[in-house]
Each structure stands twice: as C-alpha cells, then as structure tokens.
C-alpha cells in the first residue's frame, strides 16, 4: 500500500455541466489525501471523497494518469465516468513527494498509460 495525506490537492473542471449547473472552467483547492491499496485507489480533498474505485473496475482503467514535475500525480477522467448525469473534464492534481511511487504501482493496473 502506498498513502500520503495532508497533501495539496487541486481539482481542475472543464465544461462541467451537471444538474442545474455550468461551469466552462472552475478549479478548487483543498489539503487532501490519497491511497493505493492491492485492490482500491481512492482519493480524499478536505474530508471529501473525490475518487473511490476498485482497481477492477472497468472505471479505473479509463482514468488516465500523468505527472508534471517529480512530485505531481494527476489524473484526468470523463465527469460522467463516476457521476452519470455529470459531463465534462475534471483533473485532479496532487502534490506528493510520493508521486513515483506511486506511479511504479499505477503503472501495473491502469491500461491508459501515462502521458
């Protein structure tokens, strides 16, 4: 298992549209955590369960995956991809010195490869 908590974490929304909202372009900022277990990954900004998915899950292997600099992991999904009458982009990007760690784990589960 690899974790981090009290970590920066921001979440980016592009064409955010869902029930009685619109958003071309909205970012939010929060203190979070996140964590890789052998059968989960989830995430966590400000208390709030940002992303919560069994590494078997069909969901999982479209979030695609990515790092800026050495201590960046982002990952980039469909807003329809957990919220079914959500559409848009949503990213979230965090800041770990544990990013390639992380990414060593990710890379063995995810199918989208990292950009």
Known sequence: MVQDEGVPVWVTYTELRL????????????????????????????GKKL?????????FKQIEWS??????????FGA????????GRIEISFSTPLTPLFLARLSRYSQTGFL
């Open 19 to 46: 029930p009685g909202r619109y958003y071309s372009w909205k970012r939010t900022w929060y203190s979070g955590a996140l964590a890789l277990t052998r059968e989960r990954f989830i995430a966590f900004g400000y």
């Open 51 to 59: 992303v919560d998915v069994r590494l078997d899950d069909p969901r």
């Open 67 to 76: 790092t800026g600099r050495a201590d960046e992991l982002w990952a980039s």
């Open 80 to 87: 329809s991809l957990f919220h079914l009458d959500w559409s």
